[in-house]
Nanobody
């Protein structure tokens, strides 16, 4: 089991920045790709970003590319999502998730075995 706890979500004005954190405990954090997903009211959960084991590769949804940056600190079992130039359409509950190395497509929520409880990000215009 991997337990994930997100933090850092809060109300912010458009154009502002936030840094989300996700602290992991349980199984070896460095054995998992770590991803961020988000879900807005009435919409399906969507992929935001993912980072590989040793941070060699990162992948982003087109909607956040150039504005968001995912990173991880394996020594502290933590993954981060730096969000800049926030827009109202970024409003959602943000979830971090852990994907096994040999899991399925990184952009599919079904490929992730463990999830946090989510943290709310609200961007006002």
């Amino acid at each position: 089991q991997v337990q994930l706890v997100e933090s850092g979500g809060r109300p912010v004005q458009a154009g502002g920045s936030l840094r989300l954190s996700c602290a992991a405990s349980g199984r070896t954090f460095s054995n998992y790709w770590m991803g961020w997903f988000r879900q807005a009211p009435g919409k399906e959960r969507e992929f935001v970003a993912v980072i590989t084991l040793s941070s060699s590769y990162t992948y982003y949804a087109d909607s956040v590319k150039g504005r968001f940056t995912i990173s991880r600190d394996n020594a502290k079992d933590t993954v981060f999502l730096q969000m800049n130039s926030l827009k109202p359409e970024d409003t959602a509950v943000y979830y971090c998730a852990a994907r096994p190395v040999y899991g399925g497509s990184y952009y599919s929520a079904r490929s992730y075995d463990y999830w946090g409880q989510g943290t709310q990000v609200t961007v006002s215009s």
